[in-house]
């Protein structure tokens, strides 16, 4: 017996399978059979499960058994390598090869869940506990619960992002590829010397702006989506404006125009808001980040759109991204509060100040849709005129975690990042793109395996759409037409 192990001898049950006894003289499979209490357990899985937590691999009957009659992914859990290395003496478990089984301990199973369970793939999450183990690893429960927890959590959050948004990046990109043809092929001409100016659009803005107005010759401005509307209301002429927003509502951005502007869209952004910006006299680009199906595109068309790093989803991080690989020397950040200043959410000309104060009225006035703005999530109190939220901290987590990445200095002063870029080289140039018909029509040759990674985000929204109702496959192939369709 290992010294770190729960299980102390290997026997043979009455039916002939060689099954592990627990350190307390228990064992999970039936001593008299073993095949038959496998198979019981086989009939607790649901039949829309397609990924399965099991608490103890015992003999390996449940899964040698389960995956003669089903295609379905297995995590299993023992508490440490001790316990697989006794295990190991089973013939069937030294044998157990399959690229559907993953095996965890207790210190893996957080990662290990995070990495291997997709639910636009898997579908449902079962978890099959078995009375035996667990009563021999009571002592880790409470942690072995709240790993899985957290491992889901993320799962979750992703998966409710790509459901939410699958459908809508998928159209977007799409659309988004035909206006290739009339983004702007031309070098990038600016004066590097300049401080790069990255405008969010947080409450601090109204006094900070302040600074800008005063030495605007010094700065080369990128404005996030949000903030320029802000800016060109305070007849500040902005550069260059980042948007990764794929909401239709962001067009809002984007009605009013400085002639001579830059506007970098990533290739999975609103595409009407694109298209405004095709329509008027300003000049439109097209980037990457983190979408799969983007990246196809971009492969397909020789890696000619430049690459930012988003971060969790977050505009400020891909303005930062944007002026470091622009070969700015000098950066500063404005307005990246990532909380909410004197009741306020966002700076004064924003869309929102627009949009609510249209449909504002005396029962339910421009103030009260901020409030409902702000207390949409629990708020936590930063200070005595600062509250911040869950989904705010892990943007700002995401944004410092991304800098000190980097090794870049930094300085917080009077709500202002001050950034000195030890790097100072251009990475980001303007690129021509082969053109819109062609990407069309050699994405619509893509295989599966080159688009299901791509695909997956649209998966994720016809699966939820539709209850999980269908097969992966039906699932894929629905997804697989949406592709051709645009060709």
Known sequence: M??????????????????????????????????????????????????????????????????????????????????????????????????????????????????????????????????????????????????????????????????????????????????????????????????????AAGPSLDESVKIIEKNREKYLIIACDTAFQALLKRNIFVDFVISIDGQFISHNHFFNHYEGSHFFFDLATDFSSAQLITKSKNNLHFFVSGHPLSNLVNKINSNNLPKLYTGSGTVTIAALDFAIKLGFKKIQIFAADFSYINGKAYTKGTYLDSLYSINSNKIFSMEKKFEQLQFRTPLNKISENKFSSELLESYKQSFLNYINKLGIKI?????????????????????????????????????????????????????????????????????????VSYN
Do not use: M
């Not at 399978?17 to 086989?42: E, F």
């Not at 977007?172 to 100016?197: E, G, H, M, V």
């Not at 251009?426 to 029509?441: D, N, Q």
């Not at 997956?456 to 949406?482: C, V």
């Open 2 to 199: 290992n010294k770190g192990s729960i299980y102390k001898e290997i026997i043979q049950s009455k039916d002939g399978h060689a099954i592990p006894l627990l350190i307390n003289g228990k064992s999970i499979d039936s001593r008299y059979k073993a095949i038959k209490s496998a198979q019981t357990l086989i009939s607790e899985v649901k039949e829309n499960t397609g990924f399965v937590i099991l608490f103890g691999l015992s003999s390996g009957l449940f899964v040698e058994e389960i995956l003669k009659i089903r295609k379905i992914k297995i995590l299993i859990l023992e508490i440490n390598q001790e316990d697989y290395e006794f295990l190991n003496q089973i013939p069937l478990i030294k044998n157990l090869n399959n690229e559907n089984l993953i095996f965890s301990t207790l210190n893996t199973v957080k990662e290990d869940l995070i990495n291997s369970y997709l639910p636009a793939i898997d579908g449902n999450l079962q978890i099959i506990e078995q009375k035996p183990w667990i009563e021999c690893n009571q002592n880790f429960l409470d942690e072995i619960n709240c790993k899985i927890q957290d491992g889901l959590k993320i799962i979750s959050q992703d998966y409710s992002t790509q459901a939410h948004f699958g459908k809508i990046w998928n159209n977007n990109i799409l659309r988004n590829i035909k206006l290739l043809d009339y983004s702007d092929k031309n070098p990038l001409i600016y004066n590097q010397n300049k401080i790069a100016a990255v405008i």
């Open 411 to 483: 300085e917080f002063k009077n709500d202002i990042y001050h950034l000195e870029n030890i790097y100072s080289r251009k990475e980001l140039f303007v690129k021509s793109s082969i053109s819109s018909e062609k990407i069309l029509k050699e994405l619509s040759k893509c295989g599966k395996e080159e688009l299901l990674n791509p695909l997956l985000p649209y998966i994720a929204y016809l699966r939820y759409k539709d209850n999980n109702s269908k097969t992966f496959e039906e699932y894929w192939n629905l997804a697989h037409t949406n592709i």
